[in-house]
C-alpha cells in the first residue's frame, strides 16, 4: 500500500519561498511520475507541476519561473521549491503518483500554504 505524506507548508508572506516534501512509502516510486496539486479555498484542485521518472518536468503555465520540482529516488521523495509566494498561492498543496497518463492516485492528505500580503 503506498503512501504519500506531504510536508513543509506554513505560514508565510508573500515574496518567500518554501520548500514542500513528500515522501512516499510502501513501494519505490522512481519509476514513476510525481505530481503536485493545489487547492484553494472555494476553487477546484489544480495541477502545478510534475516529474518523471529521468526528472523530466511540467509546470502549470503560470507558475513557471517560481516554482521548482525534482525528486530523490533514493529518499522515495518528491520537493516542491516555492518561491516569490504570492497571496494567489495560498492552497492546500497535495502530492500524488501518476500511474498512468493523466490517472493520478494514492493522495496525500496535504500541506496547507497560506501567504500573506
Known amino acids: 500500500q503506498v503512501q504519500l505524506v506531504e510536508s513543509g507548508g506554513g505560514l508565510v508572506q508573500a515574496g518567500d519561498s518554501l520548500r514542500l516534501s513528500c515522501a512516499a512509502s510502501g513501494r519505490t516510486l522512481s519509476s514513476y511520475p510525481m505530481a503536485w496539486f493545489r487547492q484553494a479555498p472555494g476553487k477546484e484542485r489544480e495541477f502545478v507541476a510534475s516529474v518523471n521518472w529521468a526528472a523530466g518536468t511540467k509546470y502549470a503555465d503560470s507558475l513557471k519561473g517560481r516554482f521548482t520540482i525534482s525528486r530523490d529516488n533514493i529518499k522515495n521523495t518528491v520537493y516542491l521549491q516555492m518561491n516569490s509566494l504570492k497571496p494567489e498561492d495560498t492552497a492546500v498543496y497535495f502530492c500524488?503518483?501518476?500511474?498512468?497518463?493523466?490517472?493520478?492516485?494514492?493522495w496525500g492528505q496535504g500541506t496547507r500554504v497560506t501567504v500573506s500580503s
Open positions: 500524488a503518483v501518476e500511474w498512468s497518463s493523466g490517472r493520478y492516485g494514492n
